[in-house]
């Protein structure tokens, strides 16, 4: 019938959206030096259920025990990903047939969370061993106190149409939003003949005034980009443009 065959459609649909998403989660995943098998293993690695989302282990081990009996479960810190090990392979198949693109759903999560499992040989991930930094660069810890820190993020404003003085766009893996000069993601470049109005916010004197004092640069910076990644997003890794921008550039992480 026509209901019957529309059900058919929109399950095809569905299915090929949680492969394309599966396949990105992969990529990212192998960026990581984990290695994804297809041939099914007791161990399986969980994108998105990483307590670098906001996953708590009590809920992530609540739903895998839903597929069987759980032998092992390894959140590494600030990764976006776990690793779970079944006590058989036809557990972590059922993991892996009724878990994949699965709503993590949380009263303490704000977004929603979708787990993604791809099956491993071994469990194991690449320790952060960089022991020194790249010239040039700096790194300061709790820079800034929590209560400016939520003030920061209370005054941006990511409603359409309601801030006249940035511009706002909504990329595929993020939403971003300039002050000072808009960034042109198309050639990658601004247009110093075309600034902003209103220049950078007034919350952010403080932080740029503290940064003119402890010497972190020279002068005050005119440009602002912010980016918004919800749970579960992120970029690849890249090497940013330069050319747009003079000496001195600086990243807070809220």
């Keep these: 019938t026509m209901e019957a065959a529309c059900e058919v459609n929109v399950e095809q649909r569905m299915e090929k959206k949680l492969i394309r998403k599966h396949k990105k989660k992969q990529i990212l995943l192998k960026n990581e030096g984990i290695e994804i098998t297809s041939q099914p293993t007791q161990n399986l690695v969980i994108a998105n259920g990483g307590l670098g989302n906001g996953v708590s282990r009590k809920e992530l081990l609540g739903v895998l025990k839903e597929a069987g009996n759980v032998k092992a479960l390894l959140m590494p810190p600030d990764k976006p990903y776990a690793f779970v090990t079944y006590e058989t392979v036809e557990e ?9 693109g699965c709503n993590l759903e949380s009263e303490e999560l704000k977004q929603n969370i979708f787990l993604y ?26 820079f800034v106190s929590p209560n400016y ?19 706002q ?3 595929k893996h993020r939403k971003v939003k300039h002050y000072g ?5 198309d050639n990658n470049n601004i247009d110093k003949d075309k600034p902003l109005p209103g220049g950078l916010p007034e919350v952010c004197s403080e932080v ?26 992120g970029i690849p890794p890249h090497i940013d443009t330069h050319s747009a921008f003079e000496d001195g550039i600086i990243s807070l992480s809220l």
């Design 181 to 185: 000069y808009e960034f042109r993601y």
């Design 92 to 100: 972590a198949m059922v993991a892996y047939n009724t878990l994949n």
């Design 169 to 171: 766009k909504s990329l």
């Design 149 to 167: 820190e939520e003030k920061l993020l209370s005054s941006i404003d990511w409603d359409f149409g309601t801030d006249n003085e940035s511009a």
């Design 117 to 142: 499992l791809s099956y491993v040989e071994k469990v194991h991930y690449k320790e952060d061993t960089c022991q020194t930094l790249p010239p040039g660069l700096i790194v300061v810890e709790d």
């Design 208 to 233: 740029l005034n503290k940064c003119l004092e402890y010497g972190f640069i020279r002068l005050k910076p005119d440009q602002l980009t912010i980016n918004q990644y919800e749970p579960g997003q």
